[in-house]
């Protein structure tokens, strides 16, 4: 039982350039957001899916695009990467219920040049 | 005014220490609270959950919400080297996303 998964861990872009952060969880959890974390600013929420087949803009949207391909993958793509986007980004999931634990991936740390 | 504010940190204290911990809110309708533990370049992890107002205890940790106040409290006895972590209070009010506060570094020196 992996948990939650991402890749790549680290990615280094030029600006300009674009680019899919991969995620997928074996739990058969329903929900499934992402996250950027940058110093001083905490845990950022850019988009989520409630359920298979939906996505919905977070906190912090623009820039991004995000597939739910399927109840286990939710993938964030960055189009045209952005200086400003240099940050570590998580990937979480949820089955749900009171506290709406979040089971976190390890991390991808992104530079943007 | 953001919704939660946490003290920014960082904290340093000896082993063996209690340790408070602080966040603040201003939305009325949260009513679970939670904290997380993030160690050094890994995903954060649930600590401890409370709901509304009154104490929870687990071990060393106790989890502290006053919803009159808006404001809640993670307290660590006997604090050990493996506290050293960022620790991130998160709430939620009706729906599925939840709000992180900025988190505070902590660094138990031995």
């Known amino acids: 039982n992996a948990g939650v998964t991402q890749t790549p861990k680290f990615q280094v872009l030029k600006t300009g350039q674009s680019m899919t952060l991969q995620c997928a969880q074996d739990?058969?959890?329903?929900?499934m957001y992402w996250y950027r974390q940058d110093p001083g600013m905490g845990l950022r929420l850019i988009y989520y899916s409630a359920s298979e087949g939906t996505t919905d803009k977070g906190e912090v949207p623009n820039g991004y695009n995000v597939s739910r391909l399927n109840k286990r993958e939710f993938s964030l793509r960055l189009e045209s990467a952005a200086p400003s986007q240099t940050s570590v980004y998580f990937c979480?999931?949820?089955?749900?219920?009171?506290?709406?634990?979040?089971?976190f991936g390890p991390g991808t740390r992104l530079t943007v040049l | 005014q953001k919704e939660v504010e946490q003290d920014p940190g960082p904290l340093s204290v000896p082993e063996g220490a209690i340790v408070s911990l602080n966040c603040t809110y201003s939305?009325?309708?949260?009513?679970?609270f939670m904290w997380y533990r993030q160690y050094s370049r890994k995903g954060p992890e649930l600590l401890m959950y409370?709901?509304?107002?009154g104490n929870k205890e687990d071990g060393r940790f106790t989890a502290q919400v006053d919803k009159s106040s808006k404001y809640i409290s993670l307290f660590i006895r006997d604090s050990q080297p493996s506290d050293s972590a960022t620790y991130l209070c998160a709430m939620r009010g009706g729906n599925s996303k939840l709000t992180f506060g900025k988190g505070i570094t902590l660094s138990v020196r031995p």
């Open positions: 979480a999931s949820t089955s749900g219920g009171s506290y709406n634990e979040q089971f």
């Open positions: 939305n009325s309708a949260f009513q679970y």
């Open positions: 409370t709901y509304s107002s």
């Open positions: 739990m058969n959890h329903n929900s």
